[in-house]
């Protein structure tokens, strides 16, 4: 094989670097502007890139007030009940109409193929939710989108794609359904149970309009409510909302800080599935 | 009618997939009546105005000019007898700009407030942005509240008020408003924007009448010699060439930051407020050779470089920090960021002095402004029997209590010693826990008739901010279009309008010619506009 010329070896290196530098800029201008006065934020335009001053203020204001600390413990809350939730019915739908002679499984899947294509809307699911009485509570967070057909198909597919001999001899030895789907299936479903995991619990933790419409009671409000509400509420002040002796609206340093906030849990949670990200990603979409 | 600015705050998809479901299942709630566009609101009795006796103003308010207080007063006054609630509940859903508050159970404030009101005030408060996807939801799931703001995103708002929420009149028309002294307080000109479909369906929310016309930066006008903030310049002639004399590129120092709209210029060209009736007949504001003059200035003014580089795709934000960072000597925002500007001008740099810009005809003399900030949105009530009707008029007349008042101060600061104390000059000062617990957003279900206060100003403040309504309410130009109804308005209104805005946008950046302007009316007219003029038209002729 040949070896790449030094001129190869800079353009990559060069392009890498931009890319890199690309990326990597809006996050570390998010984190400044959150270690930064207001002052020097003002100073710089609006974003800051290394804080000359740097204060853990806007931290202080944002985690002391109890509204972010709390909305950040339903976000984990939902997250992990709801990931947990889907996972497990997605799971065991997947694994079964992914059997043969499951009676009814054509239709079934079929409905599933539907809802991918058409959804009801928002007001019938609204009116759905406010029927079985989920109205207010953070079941309404879960329960409406607890399957989805895009990763029901995905796992259905992998499964189909695993020998059926393996299936069959456990069979010949007495295992169930049930057994065979925890022995077998499972420990072979790693790699797209985690990136199904993942893209649940990332739903999950984004969750935005569904809790703006069917949470009332701020005290069950999750972050990213509580995010849009800080981020976006120095636009409409100008327009007729200061008014006297009103509190005035947290400055940029707050806002970035809510924003780390939000971003750190699943930064921390993506490394540990990471390694199975790239394979995961592509079980289902070729078969054999 | 709440002005168009709060689109603005739509969201996107969402508040449209909403919007048009939610359409038809409204339109079959209301009468029908109202079928072909226009409505008429003329003759409607509107509330008497009794002022408050309230404490002493340093600077008495005069017709739609309210009163200016240096410091807090130090007695004040009682607006509401007994308890309004009597052990009852009252519900409500409003919106907030603000960090949202503890929880009712987790409030001192709001326990306070409860205390005082005798019962229990349930409030759903939902972020200012998303108000109108949840209050469509919210109307289509049929769970409305006993009180529910209202801003923009119904298309059929008569039938929705028919159908749903009181008329008012049966209880505030005329005299009966004495009942209820905290509503018969707020100016008559509010309550003239909250009839609909002829009859007076909702509570204002009511701000200072007018926007403004923006700000100035005294610090940089000094240099040049000009102490008068009312007198920056004798005609528009001369402004320019005072601008151009502001900018300093190699100081990053510009005259102006452009701004989202044309205001101040169309102040300056005396462009009427949005319509100009005459005879009968309406001319729409873009249609005026005024406005076309607006706009060629501020072309002009563009292409000598007097505006900061890249300001056009500013957000508010990016705005407000180029004027405050000293970037620009004027900007256009509206006046109740007066307070906002003054406080934070002042900690950037010792010599920064805004001060409300006062608008000059471009020909010497005086120059307009427009009645543009009448009300922030508006409160319907839900329909209910008499005793619950009044029972809800009773909590709005106490959340609308007016500044000098013991409830204001409850809503406003809190209990003393507790949620805030007094500086030295009186006035007071939130701790902690007030910041944190009164963020609750009482005065957007009702709101309290305007003063000019702000407790960190001072004297100089309440000068500056009395003084410039009192110079901008007497040249504020009125809608005539104001309690008039057009449905295409509402619906398509500013889709209609967006190509023109689109083609302003571009003049005034030097990527189109005024010469434009006229085509574009031509196609302004023939999408809708004139369909809008008709529908007006027959509103305000009664037809």
Not at chain 1, 117 to 144: D, R, S
Not at chain 2, 76 to 82: D, E, T
Not at chain 2, 283 to 309: M, N, Q, S
Not at chain 2, 470 to 491: C, F, N
Request: proline content about 7%.
């Amino acid at each position: 094989m040949e070896r790449p010329t030094w001129y190869g070896l800079t353009l990559k290196f060069l392009a890498l670097a931009f890319i890199v530098l690309a990326v990597a800029y809006p996050f570390v201008s998010v984190v400044a502007t959150s270690l930064s006065t207001d002052r020097e934020i003002v100073a710089n335009g609006g974003l800051v890139i290394w804080p000359t001053e740097p204060t853990l203020d806007a931290y202080r204001v944002i985690l002391a007030g109890g509204d972010v600390t709390r909305a950040l413990v339903n976000s984990l809350f939902v997250a992990s009940i709801g990931t947990v939730a889907s996972v497990c019915a997605t799971v065991m739908m997947a694994y079964g109409l992914s059997r043969r002679g499951v009676t009814g499984g054509r239709f079934i899947l079929m409905i599933a193929l539907f809802s991918m294509l058409f959804g009801a809307g928002i007001i019938p699911n609204f009116l759905l939710v406010k029927e079985l009485g989920l109205y207010n509570t953070f079941a309404a967070l879960i329960l409406p989108g607890l399957i989805s057909a895009f990763n029901f198909i995905v796992l259905r597919s992998f499964f189909m794609g695993l020998p059926t001999e393996l299936m069959d001899s456990a069979k010949v030895d007495g295992a169930g359904d049930l057994r065979i789907l925890l022995r077998i299936v499972l420990p072979l479903s790693k790699a797209p149970i985690a990136v199904v995991s993942l893209f649940y619990a990332v739903g999950y933790w984004n969750a935005f309009f569904n809790a703006l419409l069917y949470l009332d009671d701020t005290e069950k409000w999750t972050l990213p409510l509580i995010l849009r509400l800080y981020v976006l509420q120095g636009q409409p002040m100008a327009q007729g909302e200061a008014f006297a002796g009103d509190v005035p609206p947290p400055q940029l340093a707050i806002q970035m800080a809510v924003v780390v906030v939000a971003l750190v849990p699943i930064l921390l949670v993506y490394p540990f599935l990471q390694r199975f990200f790239t394979k995961g990603v592509l079980s289902g979409a070729i078969k054999g | 009618m709440p002005a168009s600015r709060r689109d603005l705050l739509r969201t996107g998809l969402g508040v449209a997939a909403v919007g048009a479901l939610g359409t038809p299942l409204l339109a079959a709630c209301g009468g029908g009546d109202d079928e072909g566009g226009g409505s008429s609101n003329a003759s409607v009795t509107m509330p008497d105005y009794i002022p408050f006796a309230g404490p002493t103003p340093d600077l008495p308010g005069s017709g739609d000019v309210p009163p200016g207080y240096y410091s807090y007063p130090k007695s004040l006054v009682r607006s509401v007898s007994g308890t309004p609630l009597a052990g009852g509940t009252v519900t409500a859903t409003t919106m907030t700009f603000l960090p949202i508050p503890p929880p009712r159970g987790e409030n001192g404030a709001w326990a306070e407030v409860e205390k005082r009101l005798g019962g229990t005030l349930d409030l759903t408060i939902v972020p200012a942005s998303d108000y109108d996807a949840k209050f469509n939801t919210t109307v289509a799931g049929g769970e409305l509240p006993d009180m529910v703001l209202y801003s923009a995103g119904l298309n059929n708002v008569p039938q929705f008020a028919e159908a749903t929420c009181v008329d008012l009149g049966e209880y505030l028309a005329g005299d009966k408003v004495a009942e209820f002294k905290n509503l018969a307080a707020i100016p008559t000109v509010a309550w003239q924007n909250c009839v609909i479909g002829g009859k007076l369906y909702a509570l204002p929310i009511c701000r200072n009448i007018t926007g403004g016309s923006g700000f100035v930066n005294m610090r940089f006008f000094k240099e040049l010699g000009i102490e008068d903030h009312t007198k920056l310049a004798a005609n528009a002639d001369e402004f320019f060439e005072v601008a151009k004399k502001l900018t300093n590129p190699d100081k990053d120092r510009y005259a102006l930051i452009k701004f989202a709209s044309t205001t101040p210029f169309a102040h300056m060209f005396r462009v009427p407020n949005n319509w100009r009736l005459e005879g009968g007949k309406l001319v729409a504001a873009r249609e005026t050779p005024e406005y076309k003059e607006a706009i060629a200035y501020i072309r002009k003014l563009h292409d000598a470089g007097v505006f900061y580089p890249g300001s056009e795709g500013f957000t508010n934000v990016q705005r407000g920090n180029a004027f405050t960072a000293g970037q620009a000597a004027m900007i256009y925002d509206g006046l109740p960021a007066f307070p906002g500007h003054w406080t934070n001008m002042r900690k950037q740099h010792p010599d920064n002095d805004p001060r409300p810009f006062i608008p000059f005809g471009h020909d010497g003399g005086e120059g307009v402004c427009w009645q543009d900030n009448i009300m922030l949105a508006y409160t319907f009530v839900k329909k209910a029997d008499k005793d619950k009707v009044k029972e809800v008029l009773r909590v709005a007349d106490f959340l609308a209590a007016p500044f000098g008042s013991e409830e204001y101060e409850l809503l406003k600061y809190g209990v003393e010693g507790t949620h805030f104390t007094k500086d030295a000059d009186g006035n007071p000062v939130s701790n902690d826990l007030g910041t944190r617990e009164l963020t609750v957003p009482w005065d957007k279900l009702a709101a309290n008739p305007p003063v000019v206060y702000n407790a960190g100003g001072g004297k100089e403040y309440t000068d500056y901010a009395h003084s410039a309504l009192a110079s901008l309410l007497p040249i504020a130009l009125p809608d005539p279009t104001v309690g008039y109804r057009s449905e295409t308005q509402d619906k398509d209104g500013t889709k209609i309008a967006q190509p023109f805005s689109d083609l302003v946008k571009d003049i005034v950046n030097g990527r189109a010619e005024v010469s434009e302007i006229d085509a574009a009316l031509d196609e302004w007219r023939a999408a809708g506009g004139d369909k809008i003029r008709g529908e007006y038209e027959n509103a305000i002729a009664g037809k």
